[in-house]
């Protein structure tokens, strides 16, 4: 009679050259490293935290055809991404400016600030996409006046150079309603 030899789960993943569990990351883990990477990490680590959540597996030959494959699909995309943001940083390069209609007192200073929400929610008005955490602000806006707000459209996306842009945004006293 035959026996079966019983696989425990752990011995699954192959060990590195330091003891730990060698895997495959499916996703970008912050300091760990990139989607593709082949990474050796510890097993409690691997088995509570990268394996529950889809962020990595186990380096068999077919999984490593697709994340090949993915990581084809995912590139496209990216590059795809690239070619919009730099679209739309010619648009806004070509845009005349936004105005804010602020409350303001009649030296000019503002009942509160401008910041990078409502910037976002002007550009957005124009129908440009451009989230709040897009805007980078020295400070918040705090009197009228004209000013050049800077876009930061996209950071290192596979070591391009950032894709930044430049918009004007006049900040204005609003109107009384009477």
Same mark, same amino acid.
């Given at each position: 009679m035959?026996?079966?030899?019983?696989?425990?789960?752990?011995?699954l993943a192959p060990r590195g050259p330091h003891g730990g569990m060698q895997l495959v990351l499916t996703e970008d883990v912050t300091h760990l490293g990139k989607q593709g990477d082949v990474v050796?990490?510890?097993?409690g680590y691997a088995r509570n935290y990268l394996l529950p959540r889809?962020?990595?597996t186990v380096p068999?030959?077919?999984?490593?055809r697709l994340l090949e494959r993915f990581k084809i699909r995912v590139r496209q995309a990216r590059e795809a991404r690239v070619a919009d943001l730099k679209a739309l940083a010619e648009q806004l390069q070509k845009m005349a400016g936004i105005t804010i209609e602020a409350n303001a007192n009649e030296e000019g200073h503002l009942y509160g600030s401008v910041g990078a929400p409502e910037i976002s929610k002007g550009l957005k008005a124009k129908g440009l996409l451009i989230e709040p955490d897009m805007v980078h602000l020295e400070g918040a806006i705090k =009197? +009228?006046?004209?000013? %050049?707000?800077?876009?930061?459209?996209?950071?290192?996306?596979?070591? =391009? +150079?950032?894709?930044? %842009?430049?918009?004007?945004?006049?900040?204005?006293?609003?109107?009384e309603k009477k």
């Amino acid at each position: 009679m035959a026996t079966k030899q019983r696989v425990r789960r752990r011995d699954l993943a192959p060990r590195g050259p330091h003891g730990g569990m060698q895997l495959v990351l499916t996703e970008d883990v912050t300091h760990l490293g990139k989607q593709g990477d082949v990474v050796e990490v510890k097993a409690g680590y691997a088995r509570n935290y990268l394996l529950p959540r889809g962020l990595a597996t186990v380096p068999t030959p077919h999984n490593l055809r697709l994340l090949e494959r993915f990581k084809i699909r995912v590139r496209q995309a990216r590059e795809a991404r690239v070619a919009d943001l730099k679209a739309l940083a010619e648009q806004l390069q070509k845009m005349a400016g936004i105005t804010i209609e602020a409350n303001a007192n009649e030296e000019g200073h503002l009942y509160g600030s401008v910041g990078a929400p409502e910037i976002s929610k002007g550009l957005k008005a124009k129908g440009l996409l451009i989230e709040p955490d897009m805007v980078h602000l020295e400070g918040a806006i705090k =009197e +009228t006046g004209l000013y %050049a707000v800077k876009l930061q459209l996209a950071t290192d996306l596979d070591g =391009e +150079t950032k894709i930044e %842009a430049e918009v004007k945004v006049a900040v204005i006293k609003a109107q009384e309603k009477k």
